[in-house]
């Protein structure tokens, strides 16, 4: 626990809530780009990408007895704004003070032997991109991609973060909040995971498509009399 906790003061959730809210409000009007998080019922995550996302991080044992202190904040809105880049995550999270944190998450880029590597195992297993961000492929693919370790998710070692709140603990409550906050808008756009970590999912719908018409061909026993262009290829498979 950071020496910024020690000293903390219990505040009622309405009370938070009604804080972030009214901050919210006051931002937007200089800034209305702004993406809050909005958690809709009970669940943090509901989608295949969101829930992985978070199975991934609370599986690594660097983040398993901390990243549990954000739920409550991400619950009650308190990241006023989330935006996500390629590698980078940029956040404001409303704490006990006035004036919302920043929150900057840093994300490795997928190493390329791993890319190759995944791009190989996908061979014939994703049909088009409906099954690829509704997460419906099939359990063998599933469990490549969050492989521990060896995966698309990242590892701990590939996360840096950084807060602007006095709280010098390995982890605050605001990072956690932004960590899980992430899997909220992977469940809304699943297209942003591959952002995050630099993917061309194209490329790896073309790729497993480029293998099923060469096998579908092999199989035939006979060669293709025309080329087929990429959008035709995608057309195709219902892309």
Not at 136 to 154: D, N, Q, R
Not at 163 to 174: E, I, L, T
Not at 215 to 223: D, I, V
Request: some cysteine; aromatic content about 10%; glycine content about 8%.
């Amino acid at each position: 626990m950071g020496r910024y906790d020690r000293g903390y003061e219990y505040v009622p959730v309405a009370y938070k809530k009604e804080m972030a809210k009214m901050q919210l409000e006051k931002l937007k009007k200089k800034n209305p780009d702004l993406a809050p998080v909005v958690i809709a019922g009970s669940k943090l995550a509901t989608t295949w990408w969101g829930k992985a996302w978070n199975k991934n991080l609370e599986s690594y044992a660097d983040y398993s007895n901390r990243i549990g202190r954000g739920r409550s904040y991400v619950r009650n809105g308190a990241v006023l704004d989330l935006q996500i880049e390629i590698g980078l995550v940029t956040a404001l999270v409303q704490g006990s003070v006035k004036k919302p944190y920043q929150i900057k998450i840093e994300i490795a880029p997928l190493a390329n032997e791993k890319w190759e590597y995944i791009l190989k195992v996908c061979n014939h297993k994703i049909d088009n991109l409906a099954e690829l961000i509704e997460g419906t492929f099939p359990k063998e693919l599933e469990e490549l991609f969050t492989l521990k370790g060896a995966g698309l998710f990242p590892s701990a070692k590939e996360i840096q973060f950084s807060c602007s709140c006095p709280d010098w603990a390995g982890m605050c409550k605001h990072v956690a909040a932004v960590l899980y906050g992430i899997g909220a808008r992977f469940d809304q756009d699943p297209t942003l995971f591959f952002k995050l970590r630099d993917i061309d999912f194209e490329v790896l719908l073309k790729k497993t498509i480029e293998q099923k018409m060469q096998s579908l061909l092999a199989n035939s026993g006979r060669t293709s009399p025309r080329v087929i262009d990429d959008q035709d290829v995608f057309e195709l498979f219902g892309v």
